[in-house]
């Protein structure tokens, strides 16, 4: 059987480092084709600015092609449900004030976490570690110019957000270099409200060489988890 195709187009203005898109973003445009949770492998940066085709396959996963390099791939997936409790917001905001990217940042024009961004342009999250405890997190207030139309913020935004937390919490690994997201598996439990406070928080899993496991979770203001996040990232063996 032939699955249908269809196009998509990342606008310049979700990137991560400059010529490619960031990588959560990427991966939740792709996870739209997957019922419930879903895990990305991304194979290539995602390129901007140029068609892609999109593709769903008979074992329900779903493929990003660039011509015919694979971009991701995505299937359906299961999280063990292990997230942290979840910090205040005046936690998570004292340490969103310890921003460690702040000076030195590796993509400073990452849509998310890119301190070059205007707060009209980018996401803005900057989290920090919380005093006293293993976390990273930040405060986060969704621009209504995320939203689907029905108050909700759009997945691959909500995806985006749960990305760069999970990347810049390896800092508590310890002598990390330059790394990129190798893997990206969310669980979204509700709607994310466009305009509203939430909480992001990060962890460290595991670390095996190059490989660094990661957490992620978002939270409304009264501290209901609405989606959660397991990520590995790929220390580059050029730096």
């Given at each position: 059987?032939i699955w249908?195709m ?36 991304l194979?290539?940066?995602p ?17 990003l ?15 063990d ?11 998570a905001t004292?340490?969103?004030?310890r ?17 070059e ?15 006293g ?16 139309g ?9 995806w ?16 990390v ?13 509700g709607?994310?409200?466009?305009g ?44």
């Amino acid at each position: 059987m032939i699955w249908p195709m269809s196009e998509v187009k990342i606008d310049p203005r979700f990137c991560g480092p400059a010529e490619s898109a960031n990588g959560g973003y990427a991966c939740g445009l792709l996870a739209t084709e997957i019922a419930g949770p879903a895990e990305v492998t991304l194979r290539a940066p995602p390129p901007l600015g140029r068609v892609l085709l999109s593709q769903t396959r008979e074992d329900g996963s779903a493929v990003l092609l660039d011509g015919e390099t694979v971009v991701a791939e995505a299937r359906p997936t299961t999280l063990d449900g292990r997230v942290p409790t979840p910090v205040t917001s005046d936690q998570a905001t004292r340490a969103s004030q310890r921003y460690e990217w702040i000076e030195e940042h590796p993509y400073p024009r990452c849509f998310v976490c890119g301190p070059e961004r205007d707060p009209a342009d980018g996401l803005r999250i900057f989290p920090g570690p919380v005093e006293g405890s293993e976390l990273y997190a930040c405060p986060w207030t969704p621009q209504e110019s995320l939203g689907n139309g029905f108050g909700s913020v759009r997945p691959e935004f909500v995806w985006a957000a749960l990305d760069c937390p999970s990347g810049i919490v390896t800092n508590r690994f310890g002598n990390v270099g330059m790394m990129l997201l190798g893997r990206l598996a969310v669980e979204l439990l509700g709607p994310v409200p466009a305009g509203e406070s939430c909480v992001l928080t990060a962890w460290t899993v595991a670390r095996e060489g190059r490989k660094l496991d990661t957490g992620s979770a978002l939270f409304d203001a009264d501290g209901d988890l609405l989606a959660s996040a397991r990520a590995r990232w790929i220390e580059l063996r050029d730096q």
